[in-house]
């Protein structure tokens, strides 16, 4: 019912930036949170940056100042803006949505396919 496409990963060296996109599609009245997790090899999965609909924004500290969030609700999509790139930021990242179908249901998480961030020193 909701797809969430991710794009924008790749390979960078140290110190260089990327711009993840994460568009949504499907049945959607409305998305609450949108988000952005990472997973590296070994590693549990670790919230990135989040968004709220009003624009409320949460970082993790290993990213504060060097990431940005946003969003365009018009067209379902969240961005994470990434600059000074470290070799530690090397991960699968993952965007998700708090997504309610119906105007007066629950709302359901829903996970991107991921996408290969690789950070090269």
């Known amino acids: 019912q909701v797809q969430l496409v991710e794009s924008g990963g790749g390979l960078v060296q140290a110190g260089g930036s990327l711009r993840l996109s994460c568009a949504a599609s499907?049945?959607?009245?409305?998305?609450?949170?949108m988000g952005w997790y990472r997973q590296a090899p070994g590693k549990q999965r670790e919230l990135v940056a989040a968004?709220?609909?009003?624009?409320?924004?949460d970082y993790a500290d290993s990213v504060k100042g060097r990431c940005t969030i946003s969003r365009d609700n018009a067209e379902n999509t969240v961005y994470l803006q990434m600059n000074s790139l470290k070799p530690e930021d090397t991960a699968v990242y993952y965007c998700?949505?708090?997504?309610?179908?119906?105007?007066?249901?629950?709302?359901?998480?829903?996970w991107g396919q991921g996408t290969q961030v690789t950070v090269s020193s």
């Open positions: 968004i709220t609909s009003g624009g409320n924004t």
């Open positions: 998700n949505a708090d997504v309610r179908l119906r105007r007066f249901g629950s709302a359901y998480r829903y």
């Open positions: 499907g049945t959607i009245f409305s998305i609450n949170t």
